[in-house]
């Protein structure tokens, strides 16, 4: 089973996250052949960390909880909070299998959370800019609650077009990069 995890940081983390970034590393490495994507999002100032992305396949919704809670900046109170849906990998492929330029480019996250009927259940056409994506679900995999996406884009425009817009109840777009060890 397939699982998106946002870490949302809390104000003024930005010190324990660095004190941390070795713990939080050393966690991942655990699930690194489970891992599909991974990465920070930041605050439009392009520096400052807003938030970590996972997507990992996992057995079950409790070994998400356990991923999501164990984590150390969650546990020393780095993060203010956790959305944490199953999520079904559309593009069958990890971030690592990504065809574009790791470096080049804007990289986003574009999260839509869900309002009524099911929306953006298919691949959008140009699936080279696509990172990741796929539907956020209820734990049981029945209900659509949304969608997540990671994609390159020139701009934050060319990243919204990725979902249509009047589907969700909200959508948020996050500055984000490829994670893991550099």
Not at 31 to 55: K, M, N, W
Not at 120 to 146: F, H, K, M, N, R
Request: charged share 25%; hydrophobic share 40%.
């Amino acid at each position: 089973m397939e699982f998106f995890c946002y870490h949302r940081d809390r104000p003024d983390s930005l010190k324990l996250r660095h004190e941390l970034l070795e713990d939080h590393w050393s966690y991942m490495d655990g699930y690194a052949s489970q891992l599909i994507a991974r990465g920070p999002t930041f605050a439009t100032d392009g520096e400052t960390p807003t938030g970590s992305v996972h997507i990992v396949d996992l057995p079950d919704p409790a070994a998400a909880r356990a991923f999501a809670f164990d984590e150390p900046n969650y546990q020393a109170g780095a993060y203010r909070d956790v959305l944490l849906r199953r999520w079904r990998n559309l593009l069958g492929r990890t971030m690592w299998d990504f065809p574009g330029d790791r470096t080049g480019g804007n990289r986003y996250l574009v999260l839509g959370l869900g309002s009524g009927q099911a929306a953006d259940l298919e691949v959008p056409p140009d699936q080279d800019e696509l990172i990741a994506y796929g539907p956020l679900l209820s734990d049981d995999g029945a209900t659509w609650l949304g969608t997540a996406a990671l994609v390159r884009a020139p701009d934050l425009d060319a990243a919204r077009a990725v979902l249509t817009q009047d589907q969700y109840a909200d959508i948020e777009f996050h500055d984000w990069e490829f994670g893991g060890r550099r």
